[in-house]
């Protein structure tokens, strides 16, 4: 082999590695558009980009403009960066094994973003993008509703005790710094509680990215399933991320060995910082 050919074969190489498609680079303009939280001034890299399907599996099918297929785009910063608090403190380092990615997603200064929210913030973030603001509501632990339609027309709520009211009493207004105050209203009152009374619970067979293990309690934990892959027999691996208490960067989770990728063949889920999730805890928005 010339000289000219090694060098293309090896360019060519280059070029197709998961690691060169997985360099950080500043937000492209659909990127903006599609995270609309993300700013200009930062680098980031696409977890599918991120994360190739562990060899002999592909990812499975999912519908264009679907929560799982804005996942997929999820934007990563760059690797070896820490996990932190909502106050800048570190929480895991960057070469933790059980840490195999950060989302460029802030978490505001209260502590407030926890696991629970961290999942409805992503969901209601994918409404935002997609244009079906109408649609984003999510219930209290009390089990009432909270619409951003009601909060964005000036509505907020009056709580006693487990009663909720909602009273007009702020100006209307449909600005993403109100929508993220009717976010962090949501973080104070929903939490594990309000994700596992969700009513829909996919089986084990149907599970799909956007689908979450959730065990409700105080505390309680729950997880987002970013991305799934089947090989040809069938079985199944999962891309998990998670928030957690406090509230702190969420992440995209590693099973300790190679790769980030988790089995889906077990009994049950386990996950590094909490006790295996039974297949009854899987629940969809």
């Not at 500043?26 to 890299?45: G, K, N």
């Not at 939490?191 to 309680?220: C, I, M, W, Y």
């Amino acid at each position: 082999m010339n000289r000219l050919a090694l060098y293309c074969l090896l360019l060519g190489a280059v070029l197709l590695s998961p690691r060169a498609e997985a360099e950080s680079h500043p937000p492209t303009r659909e990127e903006l558009a599609r995270y609309p939280w993300l700013s200009p001034s930062v680098s980031v890299r696409p977890l599918e980009a991120a994360f190739p399907p562990p060899a002999g599996y592909t990812r499975v099918a999912v519908e264009p403009g679907t929560f799982a297929a804005w996942l997929r785009g999820l934007p990563l910063r760059p690797p070896g960066t820490p996990v932190r608090d909502s106050q800048g403190g570190d929480i895991l380092a960057g070469e933790d094994r059980r840490l195999a990615a950060v989302a460029e997603l802030d978490i505001g200064t209260a502590n407030l973003q926890q696991c629970a929210d961290s999942i409805i913030r992503l969901h209601a973030e994918w409404q935002w993008a997609t244009n079906q603001k109408e649609r984003i509501a999510y219930r209290f632990t009390s089990g009432h509703l909270a619409s951003w339609s009601q909060y964005a027309a000036g509505n907020r709520p009056r709580i006693s005790g487990s009663k909720v009211a909602w009273e007009p009493k702020g100006p209307a207004s449909k600005t993403r710094p109100t929508f993220r105050a009717y976010l962090d209203l949501v973080f104070t009152y929903a939490g594990t509680l309000s994700l596992q009374a969700e009513k829909n619970h996919p089986g084990r067979e149907d599970v799909r990215p956007g689908d979450f293990f959730v065990a409700g309690g105080n505390p309680g934990h729950a997880v987002l399933v970013l991305d799934v892959a089947h090989d040809v027999k069938g079985r199944r691996m999962a891309l998990l991320g998670q928030g957690f208490i406090p509230a702190q960067d969420f992440h995209v989770l590693s099973p300790g060995r190679q790769g980030p990728w988790f089995s889906l063949e077990d009994p049950e889920v386990a996950t590094p910082f909490w006790k295996p999730f039974a297949w009854s805890s899987l629940r969809r928005f």
